[in-house]
């Protein structure tokens, strides 16, 4: 992989954490305002398409640092994480796999 591509495969990722972090902060502060504005939380099952240990922690570490979501496990045979996330919606693991997961596919290539 040239330079270049690399340094611009991680600078997408970083900005991507960087959005969703703010989107975050800014949703939890929302809700700490009026509690009554989370609707539901739940435990997600997210299915890994990365399978290297270097990014399933850099996944698992990602969704832990945003905001309203935590890491709880990643399955022994590393092909499910499991996290929980305080604003639950249809598309939560959709997103992550979109978002995080995808982003860390094309770094770690």
């Known amino acids: 992989m040239h330079t270049i591509d690399w340094i611009a495969r991680w600078t997408t990722l970083i900005l991507l954490f960087a959005k969703e972090l703010a989107k975050s902060v800014h949703d939890v502060v929302l809700n700490v305002i009026n509690p009554k504005r989370v609707s539901q939380s739940a435990i997600v099952e997210i299915p890994l398409d990365v399978k290297s240990d270097l990014g399933i922690a850099l996944l698992a570490n990602m969704v832990t640092l945003t905001p309203g979501t935590t890491t709880l496990h990643v399955s022994k045979d590393k092909t ?13 693991v959709t997103d992550i796999k979109q978002g995080f ?9």
């Open 101 to 109: 997961e995808s982003r860390i596919l094309k770094v770690l290539r």
């Open 80 to 92: 499910r994480l499991y996290a929980h996330v305080m604003n639950y919606s249809d598309s939560v």
